[in-house]
């Protein structure tokens, strides 16, 4: 995208504030040009958000069930998928999954609820917790 064709659409998501995105300079150089958003970036993040949401009901339902651990649920809350939580805990994707089964979540060490803990921004004594 050029810098001349970068939306300002003043978007309501950054209240007034600006951001950053790389774009073409007229010599053919990437460079940071502010924008003030656009509606179909808006539009994109609001679903998401309220994908992650629904998903983090559902898991939350799923858990106060015995269906699942808790850590699925915190992991929607935190906006992350499985693939996102791996990367950020160091796990292999199955392990993640497999941490999500009730009896194998109560049996994880300390220095692993840890781990989750500081990958979801929570106390390592909330993860258990089903809100």
Known sequence: ??????????????????????????????AL???????AEETVTRQAVQMFDALAAAAQERARAGQSAPLEAHMYRARMDIALLAQATGLWRWQVRRHFRPAVFARLSEGLR?????????HPGQLGAID
């Open 114 to 122: 840890e781990r989750y803990a500081q990958a979801l921004g929570i």
């Open 33 to 39: 040009v502010q924008t003030c958003g656009w509606e």
């Open 1 to 30: 995208m050029n810098a001349a064709d970068v939306p300002q659409e003043n978007s309501a998501t950054y209240g007034g504030h600006l951001k950053a995105v790389y774009a073409r300079t007229r010599n053919g150089q990437l």
